[in-house]
């Protein structure tokens, strides 16, 4: 695909605080003047969101679970994603294909390798110009939930499942070191967004890897 704008991608673990600085990653390339389309996965799309409600309440098998979040996905990429990069815009996206090695790889353990060709059917040449992984121990993002909101499926899963989400989410970013940033979203608020500004800048100068 010919791409003008760039893909930014948003991962973690529930409640490590992703979603907290999407917004202002948006506001900040904003300010600079880019044209910012913000998105989510599953999701992004009207047929995306109604399956995104099956997936976040319905038991399933752990194969339909991962081929319900490749189809959510293909719409999404056709539909949103690759429109919004031809016409130059940059995409932030809360989650993309590393939640599928995380959770359904990781979390439910499907093989690496069924995962592998569906992100091969799916998306042969697209990546994330910069994934950005919020990194936090269990306990606190467990905290971070409990205080907030209603818990999903996924969010009821139990320790060890997160335990397996969180490292294979650290795995992809040791083996994709040049796409991957990884913050210790332990850290306040005001100093996550001080190191996130820093990567925006390095990504809008061209220097990815900052
Ligand atoms: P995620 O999108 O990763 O599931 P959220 O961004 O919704 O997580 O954050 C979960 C909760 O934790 C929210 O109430 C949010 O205000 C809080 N939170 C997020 N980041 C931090 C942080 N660095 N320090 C303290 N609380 C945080
Ligand atoms: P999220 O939007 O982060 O939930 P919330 O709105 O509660 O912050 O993500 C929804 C859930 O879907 C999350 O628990 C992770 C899961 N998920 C997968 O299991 N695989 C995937 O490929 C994606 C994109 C999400």
Same mark, same amino acid.
């Given at each position: 695909m010919q791409q003008a704008g760039k893909f930014i991608t948003f991962e973690g673990i529930? *409640?490590? *605080?992703k979603s907290t600085h999407i917004a202002y990653v948006a506001e900040n390339l904003k300010k600079r003047g880019i044209h910012v389309v913000t998105t989510r996965e599953p999701g992004g799309t009207p047929l995306g969101e109604s399956i995104r409600q099956l997936l976040l309440q319905e038991k399933m098998h752990i194969e339909t679970e991962a081929l319900l979040m490749f189809a959510v996905r293909r719409e999404h990429i056709a539909q949103v994603i690759e429109p919004a990069l031809k016409r130059g815009d940059w995409v932030i996206s809360d989650r993309f294909t590393d939640a599928s090695f995380a959770? @359904? *790889? *990781?979390?439910?353990?499907? $093989?690496l390798a069924k995962l592998n060709v569906l992100e091969q059917w799916v998306h042969p040449h697209l990546q994330p110009d910069i994934t950005l992984l919020f990194d936090v121990p269990l306990e606190v993002a467990r905290t971070r939930l409990d205080a907030t909101r209603d818990l999903d499926k996924f969010e009821k899963e139990q320790e060890d499942f997160f335990a397996n989400t969180r490292a294979e989410y650290l795995r992809r970013a040791a083996e994709f070191p040049n796409r991957f940033r990884v913050i210790d $979203?332990? @850290? $306040?608020i005001p100093e996550i967004q001080r190191e996130i500004n820093g990567l925006i800048s390095a990504l809008c100068d061209g220097n990815t890897n900052a």
């Open positions: 529930d *409640g490590a *605080g959770y @359904q *790889g *990781g979390g439910r353990k499907l $093989s $979203s332990t @850290q $306040s």
